[in-house]
């Protein structure tokens, strides 16, 4: 990554005698304060500012003092051991807060959103694409593809890629269970202890905060480092702090829980208080705290597919914010994008999957098949070469292993479906010679 430039310091341009003057009549240009209003809406760092066409005689340095101004000058401050954050609420944060408290949040219009009967469905395959993405941004070299089968099929992991990926299965289903608790130090070292287990250089730094300052982020293109976190010696006063600010709400000061959530996702990575792990557990806290607030959605969004997509934003996020005076807005404004787009391709998603159901409507008519059975069939009839397991088939459809066994042992009865056996123990079921006969009877058109 490309070295992120230090913006200037607005100071030294605003707090002159020269300067008083020449700025109280900028301000009362329309045209710079147009300007000014596009520079913090989009919330530009310097790099981009930089290069902003300004109007006539203003330097792109006044236009970056003034913004910054107007940024700290905001009533939203949090410290944290001994450092000091803010962020500012521009329309467009607020407009998507808006967006997720309707859709994401309880209320009768995102409950509609999913069909009850697929609820289960849709929440295994959300939760398998976030564990698939949140390694693959640790650098988890696998497809998604060989992936999902891996958990579908309940295969073991056969590298350090695929543990990953299983760890952060596993995870995730325990927040799911820990969703209505307090977080606690023993909780958040057995969450890191779970995503970490077996792919960590060192065993014994699994569930175990760092006990150095050896560690630092490293750029992974050019071996820059773009952050060297607090001291050890401060990781645990800096933990206990987060905790309570996870745990408690201010009567005195409301902080909306989605913007919470993303202070949480940035402090994990700001401590780093694990040697390896910390991306993962931050993202994992982060889907916590918003499932203990009540953003049941949040259980079938894939963010970290979102942030797979762009991986060089997500880390310059971490870094405007720590090179601009700690500024949350710019991590805040990221993360809100990646959850907008995390929801719409949900939508997508269910929408393609209501699309498929209509199209096994064929497989339905036939006599003794259940919609799990068509649904099977259509699975086949599109990917000839499938071949599946009573295990698959629990996980595929979010069924009890006899269901499993039941639907493919009927299928095989009525003459679609064959065993095959695997192995020893395992038994799996692919097309039988029969299947294409008996399907183009059924099938409109084919």
């Not at 976030?130 to 590298?159: C, F, V």
């Not at 009839?381 to 006899?402: A, C, D, G, P």
Request: charged share 30%; with cysteine.
């Amino acid at each position: 990554m490309k070295k992120i430039e230090p913006p200037p310091n607005y100071k030294e341009i605003l707090y002159t005698k020269k300067a008083t003057e020449r700025f109280f009549k900028l301000i009362q240009n329309p045209e710079f304060n147009q300007v000014i209003n596009e520079i913090n809406e989009n919330y530009y760092y310097w790099d981009k500012v930089k290069y902003l066409k300004m109007p006539v005689d203003v330097k792109n340095e006044e236009a970056w003092a003034l913004a910054k101004v107007r940024r700290i000058n905001t009533p939203f401050k949090l410290q944290i051991g001994k450092y000091n954050f803010y962020w500012g609420l521009n329309v467009k944060i607020q407009e998507m807060l808006h967006l997720f408290d309707l859709n994401i949040g309880g209320t009768l219009e995102s409950k509609s959103l999913i069909p009850n009967d697929d609820k289960n469905r849709y929440l295994i395959s959300s939760i398998m694409e976030e564990a698939i993405a949140s390694s693959q941004i640790e650098g988890a070299i696998t497809t998604r593809k060989k992936a999902k089968e891996m958990l579908r099929k309940n295969i073991g992991p056969r590298n350090k890629s695929e543990q990953m990926i299983v760890n952060n299965y596993i995870s995730i289903q325990k927040i799911l269970e820990w969703k209505n608790e307090d977080l606690t130090k023993e909780k958040l070292l057995e969450l890191h202890r779970m995503v970490t287990n077996k792919t960590l250089d060192n065993h014994e730094d699994e569930g175990k905060f760092r006990e150095d300052n050896e560690i630092k982020v490293i750029d992974a293109i050019d071996g820059e480092v773009v952050h060297y976190p607090p001291d050890f010696s401060e990781i645990e006063k800096l933990i206990k702090e987060l905790i309570v600010f996870f745990n408690g709400d201010k009567k005195d000061v409301f902080i909306h829980p989605i913007i919470k959530a993303c202070i949480i996702h940035f402090m994990i990575g700001f401590i780093h208080p694990f040697v390896d792990g910390n991306g993962r557990t931050a993202r994992a806290l982060f889907y916590w705290y918003l499932l203990r607030k009540g953003y049941w959605l949040t259980e079938y969004l894939s963010i970290s597919k979102m942030i797979l997509k762009s991986k060089d934003q997500y880390a310059k996020a971490f870094i405007y914010t720590e090179t601009d005076d700690n500024d949350l807005t710019y991590f805040m404004n990221y993360q809100l994008r990646t959850m907008k787009l995390a929801f719409e391709s949900l939508r997508e998603y269910i929408q393609r999957k209501i699309e498929e159901k209509r199209k096994i409507t064929d497989f339905i008519k036939i006599d003794k098949i259940n919609e799990r059975q068509a649904l099977i069939l259509k699975w086949i009839y599109e990917e000839s070469s499938l071949i599946l397991s009573v295990k698959e088939i629990e996980t595929r459809l979010s069924v009890s292993n006899q269901t499993a066994r039941t639907d493919l042992q009927g299928l095989t009865d009525l003459g679609y479906l064959e065993p095959i056996q695997l192995n020893k123990k395992t038994q799996a079921f692919s097309k039988s010679e029969r299947f294409d006969t008996l399907v183009r009877k059924i099938v409109k058109n084919k």
